[in-house]
């Protein structure tokens, strides 16, 4: 079904007034059946990132979750820091998982770490030089259905599924393009 802009608006202002839970994307489910599960994931893994980005994308909000992992693992560095606090703060826990390395690597640089390296650890976090922050961006990677490297993958699939379908389309009414 195609996907007009009202609906998409309509959409969002749904997501503007519900937590980012997997819940949600239930009632987000009920509320439009007409859409597919793919649809509807992925506008709310984009107004979920604006939203984030537009509230709680601060120095300050960034170092005060910084610290607070840091606190969290001297205490238990085998419990679930990262993703208790990405629960407790109602983030996606992929997102808490990248601010937090981003403020890691830029300790331990001490300039600002590139979108590709931080990237390329969130992918593969056995590149990150601290074992246990290692273990506990797995654990949000490997617990988010909004965010993260696991959400882009089956997006990915997704956009190339329907790359295949309107080749093939194309090509049952012999349209050539390139």
């Not at 608006?9 to 819940?23: D, G, M, N, Y």
């Not at 703060?89 to 997102?95: I, R, T």
């Not at 259905?145 to 309107?166: F, Q, S």
């Amino acid at each position: 079904m195609k996907l007009t802009r009202a609906q998409y608006k309509e959409i969002a202002q749904f997501l503007a007034q519900v937590p980012p839970t997997r819940h949600s994307l239930r009632e987000l489910k009920a509320c439009f059946p007409s859409q597919s599960q793919s649809t509807l994931l992925s506008i709310f893994s984009q107004e979920y990132q604006k939203l984030i980005k537009r509230t709680h994308a601060t120095p300050e909000a960034t170092e005060a979750y910084y610290q607070r992992y840091l606190n969290g693992v001297i205490r238990n560095a085998a419990s679930s820091v990262l993703l208790e606090m990405a629960n407790e703060v109602d983030f996606a826990p992929s997102l808490m998982a990248r601010i937090v390395l981003e403020r890691f690597l830029q300790e331990q640089d001490g300039s600002a770490p590139t979108k590709t390296l931080i990237n390329s650890m969130l992918w593969d976090p056995s590149q990150i030089p601290d074992g246990v922050l290692a273990n506990q961006i797995y654990q949000c990677t490997v617990n988010d259905c909004c965010y993260g490297p696991l959400v882009d993958c089956i997006k990915h699939a997704i956009g190339h599924e329907h790359e295949v379908l309107l080749r093939n389309a194309f090509g049952e009414k012999h349209i050539f393009f390139s």
